[in-house]
């Protein structure tokens, strides 16, 4: 394992050069079989269909070994501790993949190996911060259908989540203008909009805040929703629902939109509450894309952590 890149909990742990390098890998129909004779372990303590799926798809791809691991099998901080856990997985693992209630048991995970000097790095699957693997993913599905996203504006509305901040992070480190509206007591923290903000310094990408479903879609290029009650937060399915009623994202919505917007939703969705089944099925929905790319994007990513670079190989683009 190349230990040029560390562990990919955030978008923040990668910089726009990587984040490139990944989506390129990503695009390569023929990728080197890197992860032969290696294995990868996939632990969820969250349901999963795309995440799990794709991982291991793009682990057999590169020659590796997947190893699903139901999160309450181990006893994650129950039977054994988290450290104890990563310390364990990284005897036979290069890489190991987490879904994770929360995310500081990634980061505890993440130092119990560094402190060891293990070469294993962590890669998070979703935690209550952060989706990273599935912003890679939407920046695919955004190249592949426009090209260039440089300067094109993205519209988020919804709850500002782990899949809101990855999505906004990733967005602007690629120079685009994301918009988010979220109700109040839903958004993003201050320092959370600094952080997103600083990535795009680079890039000349943007980011602005409403409460307002309307401005923030107004002529956006792409409109993104997710749920508005995440996974543990079934607690608050009621309050949310009232809090964000007026935030779906339906035809009436897009008509401000640019013509033709295409419509982004990392799924599961719900028809119905924040989005219409009109708008999700409909001919500029991405959204099955996305899901095929959680697959292309995850094959990148493992690629690169292995060393992978675009100068160095002579792959085919699909
Ligand atoms: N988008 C996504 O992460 O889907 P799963 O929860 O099914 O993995
Ligand atoms: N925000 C959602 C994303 C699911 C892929 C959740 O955390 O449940």
Redesign the pocket.
Known sequence: MSRECGHFLELVDIDRVALEEILGLSRMANLPRLLEGKGVAMMFE?????????TEMAVVALGGHPVYIAGHEVGLDFRETAEDVARTLACYHSIVCV?VVSHATLVRMAAALDAASSSTRIVN??SDLA?P??AL?DMLTLQEHFGTVHGRHLAYVGDSNN?CRSVASAAVMLGMKVAVASPQGYWLSDSEIDAVRRLGELAGGELVVTLDPREAVSGADAVYTDVWVS?GQEDEERERRAAFSGFTVNEDLMSVASANAAVLH???AHRGEEISAGVLDGASSLVWK??EN?MHAMRGLLAWMCGARLATINGQHP
């Not at 349901?47 to 794709?54: H, I, L, Q, V």
Request: include cysteine; charge should be positive.
């Open positions: 969250k349901p999963s269909n795309r995440t799990r799926n794709a879904r699957l979703l989706h693997c599935q993913a899949v996974m990392c799924l599961p996305q899901a959680r």
